[in-house]
Structure formats: structure tokens, C-alpha cells
């Protein structure tokens, strides 16, 4: 989604008479045209309450097509407060690559304290009208929550059923060897990888995912499941955050190890 001075620059650059003055257009710029969505307002609030240092501006933007719980997080960022009270400035981009002219897209917001509680937050997503390269929302107004609101605290649709793991690294998995994760409504965290049965538990706070110790059967299985095992086990140990794809896909990552799985 090129705006139409982008897309002048681009064709200007491409025709033999504007040479010379692409040389006045970063290049950089075109292709963030190209490739990102920025969205940007203020967060304010009614109550008259100071901002303590250390507070934080979380912005999450997501396709909301399927309505509430079942949300594809396109963006989120979490960033320091510089200011003592609002309105307080955000902006986030978004990547043009997981966007269509179809679903509906919404900005939620949350103003947080040090320790990670939520003070302040949207009530319902703000709608976004993303055919620009810039979308300024204005001023996006905040209420008072509960002390024990954690916000986004589960991935839309991860507690639903069984996620295959497709993808260990940049090594892609058989289906019918891999390994299987469930995220049980309890804090459960089970499965198997494609030769032992493992259990765990874990806690989900917006994206931030925090896995106890994995304990797994020992069975011992031929040495291609043996070693995806090893591999599987030892991304899974230190995984530290999870995301939705647009596509639907679940990323879990944490200390340079990736894994992706889809619904089983």
C-alpha cells in the first residue's frame, strides 16, 4: 500500500529522466512505504493520577475479524513512559506483508506499572482504517482497571486443543513424527515429542511465556526421533515469548531457538 508519493518516487526512479532526482530520495524511505504500517495517537485518561517512573505503554494491533478471543496479534510493542501524565505519545508499525484489504484491524492499549500490573486500558478495541502508510488514531482514551487485570493475557485460541509443531529452527518436521503441545485451561503444559511423553506447566502474560521444568518418559526410539527430540526439548526449555501469525500459526521463541506449530 504505496502512498501516492511513494509510488511517484518509485516510478520517477524507474524512468531514465528522474535519475537525477532519486538521488535526493533515501532509498530506505521507499521501502518503508512499501513494507510498513505506522500507526501513532496519545493515550490519555480521566483520572487526575501522576505516572510513576518505570510505567509502560503497551500497543497491540491485531486482526479483529473473528471478534473477541480470537484475535491474529499483527504488532505489539512495550515501551517506557517518558512523560508524568498523559496524553502520552505512542506509535507502532505494523508489516504491510501480514495485512489484506479484507479483515478488520483494531488497537488495543494498556498503561502499565513497574511491576508489570495494568493501571489504565482500552475497553474495547479502537478500529484502524490501515490504507494509509501513516494512521494517526488521535487520542485513544483509557480507563481505570482492576489490580489483578493482566491485560492480553493468553494467546487468542492457544488453550484451544492440540498445536503440531511444524518447525524446529529453520528445520521444517514431518507431520506424522512430530512433536504435539497442548496448553491446558489449568497451567498445564503436555504432549509428546514424537517419542516420550512430556509435562510441564506455564504461565502466559501478553506475549510473555514462562515454562517450568520439562520432565519426559524415557523411551528410547530410532536416532532420527531421538535427535528431533533433543532438538525440540531443548528449544521448548528456553522459550521466553509466543505470537499468533496471521496465517494461525503459534511462534514460540526465546534465546535464538524457534519453534512453529499449528492446530493438530
Given at each position: 500500500?504505496?502512498?501516492?508519493?511513494?509510488f511517484?518516487?518509485?516510478?520517477?526512479c524507474?524512468?531514465?529522466?528522474g535519475?537525477?532526482?532519486?538521488a535526493?530520495?533515501p532509498a530506505d524511505?521507499?521501502?518503508r512505504?512499501a513494507?510498513?504500517?505506522?500507526v501513532?495517537?496519545?493515550?490519555?485518561?480521566?483520572?487526575?493520577?501522576a505516572l510513576?517512573?518505570?510505567?509502560?505503554?503497551?500497543?497491540?494491533?491485531?486482526?479483529?475479524?473473528l471478534?473477541?478471543?480470537?484475535?491474529?496479534?499483527?504488532?505489539?510493542?512495550?515501551?517506557?513512559?517518558?512523560?508524568?501524565?498523559?496524553?502520552?505519545?505512542?506509535?507502532?508499525?505494523?508489516?504491510k506483508?501480514?495485512?489484506?484489504?479484507?479483515?478488520?484491524?483494531?488497537l488495543?492499549a494498556?498503561?502499565r506499572?513497574?511491576?508489570g500490573?495494568?493501571?489504565?486500558r482500552?475497553?474495547?478495541?479502537?478500529l484502524?482504517?490501515?490504507?494509509g502508510?501513516?494512521v494517526?488514531?488521535?487520542?485513544?482514551?483509557?480507563?481505570?482497571?482492576?489490580s489483578d487485570?493482566?491485560?492480553?493475557?493468553?494467546i487468542?485460541?492457544?488453550?484451544?486443543?492440540?498445536?503440531r509443531?511444524?518447525?524446529?529452527g529453520?528445520?521444517?518436521?514431518?507431520p506424522?513424527?512430530?512433536?504435539?503441545?497442548?496448553?491446558?485451561?489449568?497451567?498445564r503444559?503436555y504432549?509428546?515429542?514424537?517419542?516420550?511423553n512430556?509435562?510441564?506447566s506455564?504461565?502466559?502474560?501478553?506475549?510473555?511465556?514462562?515454562?517450568?521444568?520439562?520432565?519426559?518418559?524415557?523411551?528410547a526410539?530410532?536416532?532420527?526421533?531421538?535427535?528431533?527430540?533433543?532438538?525440540f526439548?531443548?528449544a521448548?526449555s528456553?522459550?521466553?515469548?509466543?505470537?499468533?501469525?496471521q496465517e494461525?500459526?503459534?511462534?514460540?521463541e526465546g534465546?535464538?531457538?524457534?519453534l512453529?506449530?499449528?492446530?493438530?
Amino acid at each position: 500500500m504505496l502512498t501516492k508519493s511513494a509510488f511517484a518516487a518509485v516510478l520517477a526512479c524507474s524512468l531514465p529522466l528522474g535519475l537525477a532526482a532519486c538521488a535526493t530520495i533515501p532509498a530506505d524511505e521507499v521501502t518503508r512505504a512499501a513494507m510498513v504500517q505506522t500507526v501513532s495517537g496519545t493515550l490519555s485518561y480521566r483520572e487526575r493520577i501522576a505516572l510513576p517512573p518505570g510505567a509502560t505503554k503497551e500497543i497491540v494491533v491485531s486482526d479483529i475479524t473473528l471478534g473477541d478471543n480470537r484475535e491474529t496479534i499483527l504488532s505489539r510493542s512495550m515501551q517506557p513512559i517518558r512523560v508524568g501524565a498523559p496524553p502520552v505519545p505512542f506509535s507502532i508499525d505494523v508489516s504491510k506483508l501480514n495485512m489484506t484489504d479484507g479483515p478488520l484491524y483494531g488497537l488495543r492499549a494498556f498503561i502499565r506499572e513497574p511491576d508489570g500490573s495494568i493501571m489504565f486500558r482500552t475497553s474495547s478495541p479502537v478500529l484502524l482504517n490501515m490504507r494509509g502508510d501513516r494512521v494517526d488514531v488521535g487520542d485513544v482514551q483509557l480507563f481505570m482497571t482492576s489490580s489483578d487485570d493482566r491485560g492480553m493475557t493468553a494467546i487468542p485460541g492457544m488453550r484451544d486443543g492440540t498445536w503440531r509443531v511444524t518447525q524446529i529452527g529453520n528445520d521444517v518436521v514431518p507431520p506424522d513424527s512430530a512433536p504435539k503441545m497442548t496448553f491446558g485451561v489449568d497451567g498445564r503444559f503436555y504432549g509428546t515429542t514424537g517419542c516420550n511423553n512430556f509435562i510441564s506447566s506455564y504461565e502466559l502474560s501478553g506475549s510473555s511465556l514462562d515454562l517450568a521444568a520439562i520432565g519426559a518418559t524415557r523411551r528410547a526410539c530410532e536416532p532420527g526421533l531421538m535427535e528431533q527430540e533433543r532438538r525440540f526439548l531443548n528449544a521448548i526449555s528456553v522459550v521466553e515469548n509466543a505470537s499468533l501469525a496471521q496465517e494461525g500459526f503459534l511462534i514460540l521463541e526465546g534465546s535464538g531457538q524457534r519453534l512453529v506449530a499449528t492446530r493438530d
